[in-house]
């Protein structure tokens, strides 16, 4: 710091180039500043209002922008996603209720066949029966005259060698009449 | 400092004080009387001011990206950080006046922090200065009041929720205090960064005894980030209670 012999000229300063109080209140030098700080306000305001400003609003805005439009892409694309999974779902269904269908058209073949076939079975088995019932009788009839005849013979021959006389007409009667009981 | 000692003058040898010999304005080139178009300190350290707020809002945001720069970033920043204050404090019918109180905080705020560099002139320390601002917000805000609301502005001071017997007297404390206003918004923020720059530069006189200035520089570093805390709460206070008496002038009913 330097002397300085009162070359600033002012009220302010003392002759070492100290401020005599509060240099705030000196208001020689009110005028210069209030002159810039207008100058430097109008400057700062045209810089913001002509050049910042609009620049950074447009950005912001377009950032946001930006941002909601992928956020309604997202939006769009979640709402596909869950479109197809519905599809999905739908076919999901659509064949599971085919294959049931399918199953049980070919149950209903199947036991119809069988039916058919149980049928033909029983027919079948039923002649068979008559068939056989048929023989039997046959048998048994065979068998009921044969055991009539030999009952005949039989007792033809004890009669004889008992000393009687045979007589074929009440032998017949007699035996029919024993064999019926 | 030797020179001084060796005048006649009765200033001890090793702590000289001089804490207010930052805030003279003088011519920066030669010397003689401060005129009101001179170029002072006060010029260059205002146009230093702007240069500052062009590196930053407009080379810094010059990309126009859509995933900001650090650079970029400060600006929206403070785009966003006073336009939200606007919108919030004064009101969605405020937002044309924007660009003025993005004017105000930016001058402040930058002005405020370049003060803090060393040997650097603090341009918002000056009432002259701050008292232009706060001239302009109250001349503009009460022009602007009447003009929106005509007469109905003086309802801001007829308290109308207040008991009728009160009003009077209410309407007399509202109307000093509002005259008030100016002083109180140009001094708080003059004061605020002259106190402190003062006592930096007191602390940084100390550090010339030896036994001292370990603690001194403590103390500096100390005060310097509480500067810096209030060169910014400074700036958005000047800049909210702008948006508070904007906000009086659009809406005075209570």
């Known amino acids: 710091m330097s002397i300085k012999t009162d070359v600033s000229a002012s009220t302010c300063i003392d002759g070492y180039g100290s401020a005599i109080g509060m240099p705030q209140l000196c208001t020689d030098w ?64 659509n064949a599971r209720s085919e294959a049931s269908r399918i199953i049980e058209t070919a149950k209903a073949e199947i036991k119809q066949e069988l039916d058919v076939a149980i049928q033909k079975a029983d027919a079948d088995i039923s002649l068979k029966a008559a068939a056989s019932e048929d023989a039997i009788a046959d048998i048994r009839k065979d068998a009921l005259t044969n055991v009539k005849s030999v009952a005949k013979e039989i007792t033809s021959e004890l009669v004889k060698v008992l000393g009687g006389k045979v007589d074929s007409k009440t032998l017949t009667s007699v035996i029919n009449k024993k064999m019926k009981g | 400092m030797t020179q001084m000692a060796s005048s006649a003058d009765a200033k001890d040898e090793g702590l000289v004080f001089h804490p207010m010999d930052q805030f003279i304005v003088e011519p920066l080139f030669g010397a003689g009387p401060v005129h009101w178009y001179t170029v002072t300190n006060v010029t260059l350290w205002m146009a230093l001011s702007v240069v500052a707020l062009i590196l930053i809002m407009v080379v810094g945001t010059s990309k126009r990206a859509l995933v900001p720069s650090r650079a970029q970033s400060i600006g929206e920043l403070a785009y966003g950080f006073v336009h939200k204050m606007v919108e919030d404090v004064a009101g969605k019918d405020a937002v044309p006046y924007f660009p003025y109180i993005m004017t105000l905080f930016m001058f402040i705020v930058l002005s405020n922090f370049l003060g803090l560099l060393p040997m650097s002139f603090t341009t918002t320390s000056h009432i002259a200065v ?47 205090s509002y005259f008030v206003r100016p002083v109180s918004h140009s001094i708080r923020l003059a004061g605020n960064m002259m106190a402190g720059h003062a006592v930096i530069k007191v602390f940084a006189a100390f550090a010339g005894v030896a036994l001292i200035s370990p603690l001194s520089v403590v103390a500096i570093t100390a005060m310097y980030a509480l500067e810096t805390l209030v060169s910014f709460i400074q700036a958005y206070v000047f800049a909210i209670l702008t948006c508070v008496y904007l906000k009086d002038a659009l809406h005075p009913h209570h």
Request: charged content about 10%.
């Open chain 1, 30 to 93: 009110a005028s210069n500043q209030i002159f810039w700080l207008v100058v430097t306000l109008v400057a700062i305001f045209f810089v913001l209002s002509r050049l910042a400003l609009p620049r950074i609003s447009a950005v912001i805005s377009e950032r946001q922008g930006t941002i909601t439009n992928d956020l309604a892409a997202a939006e769009n694309l979640k709402s596909e996603a869950a479109q197809a999974e519905v599809a999905y779902n739908q076919a999901l269904e």
């Open chain 2, 130 to 176: 701050t008292a232009v601002m706060a001239m302009v917000v109250f001349l503009s805000v009460t022009i602007l009041g009447f003009a929106k609301n005509g007469v109905g502005f003086l309802s801001l001071f007829w308290i109308s929720s207040a008991p009728l017997a009160l009003r009077p007297a209410l309407a007399l404390i509202e109307i000093i």
